[in-house]
């Protein structure tokens, strides 16, 4: 006879600022939380429900604020050991320039560099991470295995964008013909990586998603049945699109249209699709993105960093369009952290058309919370803190030097400095406390990722 399950063991937390982020952005000067199990049971203004039974902990959370985990809608990992170089460049110098190492990495290397990433996001704050991984050199191992055992070791909630590049320097694209897969060979790959990892579950920990690299890598091919793929499978499709003027000018001299056109025409728009940057949009291409629903993954500091221009979220959040935040690849984003980001997202749109009413903190919340749970296609079970939902929160200390005389917690964490996180919790464990993680050694992946940083250099210097 099968014993009787367990009652779920419930943490309370008392005496925070909360800022649910919810559909009416529900905010307690004084809250608590519970947890029971991985999903939050409730949470309120004042003191938690008396006699609660099977509570294992609980937490005096004075002097904090408590928002979702922070959501991460674009990355590429395995750049963590190419940081720093190509300083100085465009998009497309930048990709020439680092392509030929790229194309050295091997499943150690990867690994490593997966651990540096997913350590740097998830002590700021991150529990819901992506990586966009489309480099595959022939005979490099189980990459996608390394990526997502990274993440699974960590305690993060994860999705792979199973990425891939077919057009190269011989077909008009811009990576080395080495550096790419075969158009059938992609396919047949991603498949196989969303059959092997792929979960559909409310409280899934690994999703994957069909991810062509961007249109200056793909064949036309490639991403029109990588869309057929993703919808015959079930999962979500993720590219880059719309980053630089150059990139509008190589999809008119090839494709005779605008990149937003060119992904209409082959089927790479939906609901079931996001994008990065989209930072080169007219009016017309945020009504086809809000028409179809399609989501963005706004990465403010890569575009600064690469000098690609300023992405018009307000348009877009105006437009309806779901928008999330993104690190992305820390070869153009070298801090690696999605905190900073929601100040940057505020900071950089500032400097466009809307100026001081371009977003404010809480919008820049929601971008880098609910908004990226939205893209992800997650927002039903992640990105706010709502009775039922799972337990994915952060408490960030805003009583010290950094914050305690800013008049508002939610100003505090966005305009402020970056605010230490006292604990970080996914899938109602922690796996953070006092800005240390607590599933990984940090200093291991630090030596280890300076180690695999020389060797790949060491090899492409070689090559
Ligand atoms: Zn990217």
């Not at 993104?326 to 505020?346: C, F, K, Q």
């Not at 240390?436 to 030596?447: G, H, P, Q, S």
């Amino acid at each position: 006879m099968a014993a009787p399950s367990a009652a779920p063991q419930r943490i309370v937390i008392e005496n925070a600022a909360i800022a649910t982020v919810d559909a009416q952005d529900t905010e307690y000067a004084s809250g608590y939380l519970v947890v029971a199990g991985n999903r939050i049971e409730s949470l309120g203004a004042g003191k938690a429900p008396e006699n609660l039974e099977n509570v294992v902990r609980r937490i005096d959370a004075t002097g904090h604020l408590i928002t979702p985990g922070l959501v991460n809608t674009h990355h590429h990992f395995y750049q963590w050991i190419t940081r720093g170089l190509a300083t100085d460049h465009n998009l497309f110098n930048w990709l020439v320039a680092l392509y030929p190492t790229w194309a050295r990495i091997d499943e150690q290397m990867v690994r490593v560099a997966a651990q540096g990433s997913l350590a740097m996001m998830a002590r700021g704050g991150v529990t819901t991470a992506m990586d966009h991984h489309y480099v595959f050199p022939q005979g490099s191992g189980d990459l996608s295995g390394a990526i997502i055992g990274a993440a699974s070791e960590m305690g993060v909630r994860f999705t792979l964008a199973r990425g891939s590049m077919d057009r190269s320097e011989k077909d008009g694209g811009l990576p080395p013909d080495f550096a790419v897969e075969t158009t059938e060979g992609a396919l047949a790959a991603t498949e196989e990586t969303v059959k092997k990892h792929h979960d559909a579950s409310f409280d899934s920990m690994t999703q994957v998603a069909v991810a062509p690299c961007s249109p200056f890598s793909i064949s036309t091919e490639l991403l029109r049945e990588g869309a057929a793929l993703g919808r015959r499978l079930g999962v979500r499709m993720h590219t880059h699109g719309s980053e630089t003027v150059e990139e509008e000018k190589f999809c008119h001299e090839l494709f005779g249209m605008g990149p937003t056109d060119y992904f209409e025409s082959t089927g790479f728009l939906g609901e079931d699709v996001w994008m990065a940057h989209c930072v080169h949009m007219n009016d017309s291409d945020i009504a086809a993105f809000a028409r179809t629903k399609t989501g963005v993954a706004h990465c403010p500091s890569s575009n600064a960093r690469l000098a690609a221009g300023i992405a018009r979220v307000p348009d877009m959040l105006k437009a309806g369009v779901p928008v999330g935040l993104g690190v992305d690849g820390t070869a153009s984003n070298e801090s690696g952290e999605l905190h900073t980001e929601l100040r940057n997202a505020l900071l950089i749109n500032r400097l466009g058309a809307h100026r001081e009413s371009a977003l404010n903190a809480r919008q820049a919340l929601r971008l880098g919370t609910y908004g990226g749970a939205q893209v992800l296609g997650r927002a039903d079970n992640i990105g706010s803190l709502e009775a039922g939902k799972l337990a994915d929160f952060v408490l960030w200390k805003i009583d010290g030097l950094g914050h305690s005389s800013i008049a508002d917690p939610v100003t505090a964490i966005v305009f402020g400095a970056a605010a230490p996180v006292t604990a970080s919790f996914v899938n109602g464990k922690q796996i953070v406390e006092n800005n240390r993680l607590l599933t990984v050694d940090e200093d291991t992946i630090a030596r280890d990722a300076r180690t695999e940083a020389q060797r790949l250099a060491r090899i492409a210097a070689q090559a």
